[in-house]
């Protein structure tokens, strides 16, 4: 909670999550625009286009998100999560992220990567306390 109240000077905390099994779906017909005196409207029904993975970076102090959709979530697709978040955060920051205790955030891949890269400070909610990780409120 310490991050979250009073984060360190020249740093920027993220909370961290991935949203599992979203269903990419698409309506068959566009929808009619609002009108006066008429709400907008959509078809009932739509195309299936299967499931994505929507991993996210939400910056808690402005509440701007860096997200990124890749088609599983496994400790692979989080280190490419990982890249993007380090390619488009400023250089000169620490990066505090807060997440929680899945498998893929823990994996040795990860760590190994994560020494590499010391501007990266990962921090784990309790077990069973996914709801102190704020992008959970955002998902």
């Known amino acids: 909670m310490g991050l979250y109240l ?27 625009p609002l009108k006066p005196g008429r709400t907008g409207t ?19 102090l402005d509440g701007k998100v860096l997200g990124q959709c890749l088609s599983r979530h496994r400790h692979q697709e989080f280190l490419r999560f990982l890249c993007t978040i ?31 890269k010391p501007r990266f400070h990962l921090h784990f909610t309790p077990t069973s306390a996914s709801w102190l990780n704020l992008v959970q409120r955002w998902f």
């Open 86 to 116: 380090d390619r488009q955060t400023d250089k000169g920051l620490d990066l505090h992220l807060i997440v929680d205790n899945y498998g893929t955030h823990t994996h040795p891949k990860v760590a190994a990567w994560l020494a590499r």
């Open 6 to 32: 009073n984060p360190p000077e020249h740093t920027l905390v993220l909370s961290v999550d991935e949203k599992r099994q979203i269903q990419a779906l698409d309506r068959t017909q566009p929808g009619l």
């Open 42 to 60: 959509m078809t009932h029904d739509y195309r299936w286009n299967g499931t994505t993975t929507l991993f996210a970076a939400l910056h808690i």
